[in-house]
């Protein structure tokens, strides 16, 4: 059984996925919080990352991932060949490893 991830603010467990807030600093290290923790240090001015399991967050990594497509259909570049291929990845380890171990 996995341990139960705990909120960088409060450092209490974070008991369901509905309250994990997962973001991270400069894709190396990841940050666990509760919602609410996360909106509160917003509010007060820490810059934390963005959430990287949000709605919001995913609908972007469709945009990006579309246009992309289209530039690199367009051009040919092989960098854009690893945005392709690294959004999809980036998105699958936060949901492996941070919300999957939820039940629900």
Aim: hydrophobic share 45%.
């Amino acid at each position: 059984m996995q341990e139960p991830f705990k909120c960088y603010i409060c450092n209490k467990d974070i008991q369901s996925r509905k309250d994990l807030v997962v973001t991270n600093r400069a894709f190396s290290r990841f940050l666990t919080f509760h919602e609410d923790c996360y909106k509160k240090a917003l509010r007060a001015g820490n810059l934390l990352g963005r959430p990287a399991n949000s709605r919001t967050a995913d609908i972007g990594l469709v945009i990006i991932w579309l246009a992309a497509l289209a530039f690199f259909i367009y051009t040919r570049k092989l960098v854009l060949l690893l945005v392709l291929l690294g959004s999809p990845i980036y998105r699958f380890i936060v949901w492996y490893r941070f919300e999957r171990p939820f039940k629900a």
